[in-house]
């Protein structure tokens, strides 16, 4: 069973940074592909970013292609999502999930089993 564990959220400007990050436990990232997802108030949950951690590769969003950066720290167990030039419609809760290998496709949520209980980041024009 594999533990995630968000932190990193907040209250910031229009334009500003945050770096979330996702501490995992009780499983080696090194195996697995990490994700991050958002879920915004009355809209669906969306895929952000995903690293498969041992391979490195990466994938993005569009909307968030450029401004968001998706890293993995093998020695920590930990992922993380650095987000440079938000908006305030990058205000949601983020998920972080995580999914043995390599899923079919970084975007669908139901491939990752794993999940955290989420991190407010809320973005004020």
């Known amino acids: 069973q594999m533990r995630l564990v968000e932190s990193g959220g907040g209250l910031v400007l229009a334009g500003g940074s945050l770096r979330l990050s996702c501490a995992a436990s009780g499983r080696n990232l090194r195996n697995y592909a990490m994700g991050w997802f958002r879920q915004a108030p009355g809209k669906e949950r969306e895929f952000v970013a995903g690293?498969?951690?041992?391979?490195?590769?990466?994938d993005y969003a569009d909307s968030v292609r450029g401004r968001f950066t998706i890293s993995a720290d093998n020695a920590r167990n930990t992922v993380y999502l650095l987000m440079n030039s938000l908006k305030p419609e990058d205000t949601a809760v983020y998920y972080c999930a995580s999914t043995p290998g390599r899923p079919l496709e970084w975007s669908r949520g139901e491939l990752y089993p794993y999940w955290g209980q989420g991190t407010q980041v809320t973005v004020s024009s």
């Open positions: 690293i498969s951690v041992n391979g490195g590769n990466t």
